[in-house]
């Protein structure tokens, strides 16, 4: 075991704070990982506050982290010393249910190993986030980082990247398709990105009338306004797929009139219960809404490949460990365009 | 124009009554049907009653009507005066939409028009639907009804048989597949049989144990208390399917949780609003949630001929043209295994 530093809290009520936690020794498939960025999901936050019931303290947040390759273990064979790295929201899963053998360790049958906040296979203790100097993974779950990015830019990219990534590539967007990204925040910027790259018509259907620069900005093609009755109306029926990475209640009904028969809307930001759906919005055209959530291992360095080619990364703001309360804060003000990036150096030299 | 009998309402209040209707001359196109036999649907009901908010009056019910060809046109090439005929929720829709080019007429983009309360296209006036001893429509609206099946409990067939027949073949259940029908009436009943014949492993869903033994012999494998937890949990992640025909509110989390990764419920039934769906149901598995409406008339048609070879027709209560009031009242309470059908000599006779 080796002592290092990391940020975290230790009850849903106290503000992170330096601490010392412990990380395994690198085993023979392991790597080991000197974080350089770790971004700051709501997800993080939710977490430390334990709005989802299921936090054990202490709790140290981060899935969203890119580092260099410190030492891997003898039968490591993809990574080397000095390689740029990813890890996402999983460290570990069974490896042998019919989850883990589609490569969708996210619905790993026996239950996915997260980042944080879960039971360490390794050490029978538990999982700790990348807000912390170090980490160490077994090889399965390291991801290569292309080189050619703006790599504090990439970290948001291993949670807010590839849960918008895996639907519009598991539903097949492609060139020509009309895709809605509904809802502007972390998630909503970087699906506006991606589906432009896969060549859709890319529309930000959003409340907010001045989100349309920045979404114009980021690569939408234009921007509906959800609130102009007259402007969804003329919309009606025409898109292919929607992104709906809204992440608090709300009604879906008018969202599922813009599609065409047979299309699909996918939630991949409702974490409170939505608004009642009517029946007939999905029985008159035969609408489809679905689920997803993040994207298997190999599926996420598809995306972080697909990013490389086409030159994406998140828009950042960085700070330092210190000011991550007064992050969290912001976030939860929905004050960040669009991601913060924790520069890990601030915590090393600290 | 044709006077003929029907039965029918003045307005959302009152009961059906004897009237007279008129019916349009048999154009080139055209197939004049003598009607036999015309199932009682619920939704009879509602647009008797306007629960829609869509009628207008005089309003005669019935799209589940299987008669004897009386008459064709000239340019009718596919009936000839004796066939065996079917008319179900359709008469007629602009036949150049993508929808209509698709074979998907119930959703043609133009509006299709209901087999009753629509406007007519040939006479400008309305439709008057199959409580009624004759009806007159275009050749690519009537279907064939093979003539080895219980000809009065094909009836239903026509709306109850392709509601839940085109969602099963729309999603292609096969044999092995695992089924679930929830809700045990109209619908439900035929869902049981067509899954079975279609050599699924058939689960009847529904709150009421007492309806175990009939959902056994209409067809299902086995049955599934929605009210018992252990059973619900028992079955979770375990269905291919499910076709949802529960008409009225309800909570759907606990149908979602039964769904395999990447499977679809299917809601037929649904003509309130649901209970607030979670997100989390959707996004754990990635499960999706769909509709369907009736089928189109290919797709109907490809049910009969199935029916034909399976030997399905609908579990029937026959009733007398008079009688149709008292059905209504039976109808509302869940008081009819499984539909009722009217005997149209009846109305003739009267």
């Known amino acids: 075991m080796t002592t290092i530093k990391a940020y975290g809290t230790e009850s849903a009520d106290a503000d992170l704070e330096l601490m010392e936690i412990e990380r395994r020794d690198v085993k023979a498939t392991d790597v080991k990982i000197d974080i350089l960025y770790c971004g700051v999901c709501h997800s993080d936050i939710h977490a430390a506050h334990n709005d989802w019931g299921s936090a054990t303290y202490p709790l140290v947040p981060g899935h969203e982290i890119v580092g260099r390759v410190l030492e891997v273990g003898s039968d490591v064979k993809n990574f080397k010393k000095d390689d740029l790295v990813g890890v996402g929201c999983m460290v570990d899963s069974c490896q042998t249910c019919g989850a883990c053998e589609d490569d969708l360790e996210q619905f790993c049958e026996k239950g996915m190993v997260a980042t944080y906040n879960s039971k360490n296979k390794h050490t029978g203790k538990k999982t700790f986030g990348g807000y912390s100097t170090s980490v160490v993974v077994t090889e399965e779950f390291v991801l290569k980082v292309p080189e050619n990015l703006d790599i504090k830019a990439v970290a948001p990219l291993l949670c807010a990247g590839i849960t918008t990534f895996s639907p519009l590539n598991h539903w097949k967007i492609k060139k020509g398709d009309k895709v809605g990204i509904v809802g502007l925040g972390g998630l909503g910027h970087m699906g506006i990105k991606l589906a432009h790259a896969m060549g859709a018509e890319t529309v930000m259907i959003t409340t907010s009338p001045d989100k349309a620069k920045d979404a114009k900005r980021l690569g939408a093609d234009s921007v509906l306004i959800s609130k102009d009755e007259d402007e969804m109306e003329e919309h009606k029926g025409t898109f292919d797929f929607l992104l709906n990475t809204v992440p608090v209640k709300h009604d879906i009904n008018p969202y599922l009139k813009l599609l065409k028969r047979d299309s699909t809307m996918v939630m991949v930001g409702a974490i409170e219960p939505l608004e009642p759906m009517h029946g007939g919005s999905l029985i008159m055209g035969r609408k489809r809404v ?61």
Do not use: H
């Open 290 to 350: 679905a689920g997803s959530l993040i994207g298997g291992i190999k599926e996420t360095q598809e995306m972080l490949d697909f990013c490389g080619e086409n030159n994406i990364v998140s828009d950042v703001e960085m700070i330092e460990m210190k000011d991550i309360n007064k992050a969290f804060e912001r976030v939860m003000d929905n004050d960040v365009k669009y991601r913060f990036v924790i520069d890990m150096k601030s915590l090393k030299d600290k």
